[in-house]
């Protein structure tokens, strides 16, 4: 009896505990998958925030690619002496001429505009030798950074030149159907145009880094003076030449406006004036009329 009481109490507590051990396990796989799954999208995350944090490195740490570009107004009192120097300084500083304009119009002063690519060591020496021909009336000079642009482009190359050789490798290892060698060899024909189209971009961005442009506006003038701040009796002269210049003008535009409108007053004269004399006509006889039948 005592034997059958030990085995009742113990096959429940062994069929319980093989009944629970299972739903354990598939607790602590579920849990495990559960926590695979959160460290995987947590290192995905965190490579994703690293190569940023790369890039962003990469892009602090390289030389910097900078575009310099300038334009200076030069007055000279000989410009024949300004046509011929100027080529010359461009060759001594190692760059060429892009463009070249010469205004040699009658009656008028000699101008020119020269557009110099200079390369970008020798960028202030060449202002400051050309600010020696004349006098620098105006000087910009402007800064562009693209070195983001540039690495960026350099990346996206070289990504772009793995895939083109994972498709060749693919292209020639391909027993199949000819649609699908057609199919790769147009992906393969994107993929190179898209490379063609960015090493374009960085060739451009190359030069230019390179060589910076110059232009070079140059007016001849042998009796310039430069502009100083005007004194308090000369703003009063300005304003009495000024306001004697535009009473001029607005008599001179006075005069033009008569001489404008005569010939249509003369047209309208000789087209409404007989007209309006016969009307008056017309009413003083109807007036007359009326009054002889107005008895008294």
């Keep these: 009896m005592r034997h059958v009481w030990v085995m009742c109490c113990v096959l429940p507590a062994a069929f319980g505990c093989g009944r629970y051990e299972p739903t354990t396990r598939r607790g602590s796989e579920i849990s495990t998958n559960e926590g695979a799954e959160r460290n995987r999208l947590v290192r995905t995350s965190h490579a994703a925030e690293s190569a940023s944090a790369d890039q ?97 482009l350099e990346a ?11 498709i060749l490798e693919l292209l020639k290892n391909r027993e199949g159907d000819i649609k699908d060698v057609i199919e790769v060899e147009r992906e393969l024909a994107r993929v190179r145009s898209e490379i063609e189209q960015m090493l374009g ?46 009473l001029r003008l607005f008599g001179e535009g006075l005069f033009v406006a008569i001489i404008f409108l005569f010939p249509w007053f003369v047209a309208l004269g000789v087209v409404f004036g007989p007209v309006a004399w016969a009307t008056h006509r017309w009413k003083s006889r109807r007036a007359k009329t009326r009054r002889s039948k107005t008895p008294l």
Excluded: C, M
């Design 56 to 152: 962003a490195v990469d892009i602090a740490r390289a030389e910097r690619k900078i575009i310099y570009e300038a334009e200076i107004n030069l007055v000279v009192t000989d410009f024949a002496r300004a046509e011929s120097e100027i080529p010359r300084l461009v060759e001594k500083h190692g760059g060429y001429l892009a463009d070249v304009f010469i205004d040699r119009t009658a009656g008028e002063r000699q101008s020119g505009r020269w557009v110099a690519r200079i390369p970008a060591d020798r960028f202030e020496a060449f202002l400051d030798a050309l600010s020696d021909l004349g006098i620098p009336e105006s000087r910009r000079q402007t800064a562009q950074d693209v070195t983001e642009e540039y690495i960026d």
């Design 156 to 166: 996206r190359i070289a990504n772009k030149k793995r895939l083109e050789e994972r």
């Design 201 to 246: 971009r960085l060739r451009y961005l190359k030069n230019r880094i390179a060589l910076t442009t110059v232009t070079i506006h140059v007016r001849e003038q042998r009796d310039y003076v430069p502009p100083q701040a005007p004194t308090f009796a000369a703003r009063i002269q300005q304003a009495w030449s000024t306001s004697l210049v535009s």
